[in-house]
Nanobody
């Protein structure tokens, strides 16, 4: 089993920046992909960005390309930390952000159904 804990959410004015963190622990060797999703009430969970575990390939939703950067730090044995640096934030970025991990590689990184483990979510509000 893998445990994911997000942090770093908050309130910011448009044009500002936030950095989200996701600490992964447990059987992290079983993870292939990690991703960030976001959700607003009444809408489906949206894939924001994904990264191949161990670094390497990254993917972004068109709406965040050039503004958000996903990265990963796996320097400590079985503990991974994934980040989402969010710059030039817009009001439409307001959502609850979730980190997720998938056991197997998938070309459909943006689909929440492809992921096996989820964090509890952290709120980002842009005004």
């Amino acid at each position: 089993h893998v445990q994911l804990v997000e942090s770093g959410g908050g309130s910011v004015q448009a044009g500002g920046s936030l950095r989200l963190s996701c600490a992964a622990s447990g059987y992290t060797s079983t993870m292939n992909w990690m991703g960030w999703f976001r959700q607003v009430p009444g809408k489906e969970r949206e894939g924001v960005a994904a990264i191949l575990s161990g670094g390497g390939d990254t993917y972004y939703a068109d709406s965040v390309k050039g503004r958000f950067t996903i990265s990963q730090d796996n320097a400590k044995n079985t503990m991974y930390t994934m980040y989402l640096q969010m710059n030039n934030l817009k009001p439409e970025d307001t959502a609850t952000y979730y980190c997720a991990a998938a056991r197997r590689r998938t070309p459909n990184w943006w689909l929440s159904s492809e992921y096996n483990f989820w964090g509890q979510g952290t709120q980002v509000t842009v005004s």
